[in-house]
């Protein structure tokens, strides 16, 4: 059993930046990847970036790409998401995930965060 635990939430203004955590209470297979999703109002959880353990190997949601940035640590058992050029459709409560990489869909993830809210308006 794997917990996820995302933090570094909160409200911006678009064009604005804003980075999320996600630490791990232990390791994962060297197989697998970290991934993150956002769920909007009355919306499906969508993929939005994922990352290799073993290679840092990445990969974005069209939506994002270019503006958002994930990276592993894998001394300290963490994921980040650089989120940056913000728009008001970012808005979203972001989950944390792992499971068998490469994770691209809700289906391939083990398991979840609690999930943290980004709010991007002015």
């Known amino acids: 059993q794997v917990q996820l635990v995302e933090s570094g939430g909160g409200l911006v203004q678009p064009g604005g930046s804003l980075s999320l955590s996600c630490s791990l209470s232990s390791g994962i297979l060297s197989s697998w990847g970290l991934a993150w999703f956002r769920q909007a109002p009355g919306k499906g959880r969508e993929f939005v970036a994922s990352?290799?353990?073993?290679?840092?190997?990445?990969l974005y949601a069209n939506s994002v790409k270019g503006r958002f940035i994930i990276s592993r640590d894998r001394g300290n058992k963490m994921t980040n998401l650089q989120m940056n050029s913000l728009r008001i459709d970012d808005t979203a409560v972001y989950y944390c995930?792992?499971?068998?990489?490469?994770?691209?869909?809700?289906?391939?993830?083990?398991?979840w965060g609690q999930g943290t809210q980004v709010t991007v308006s002015s």
């Open positions: 995930a792992a499971g068998p990489a490469p994770i691209d869909s809700t289906s391939g993830v083990r398991y």
């Open positions: 990352v290799r353990w073993s290679s840092g190997t990445s």
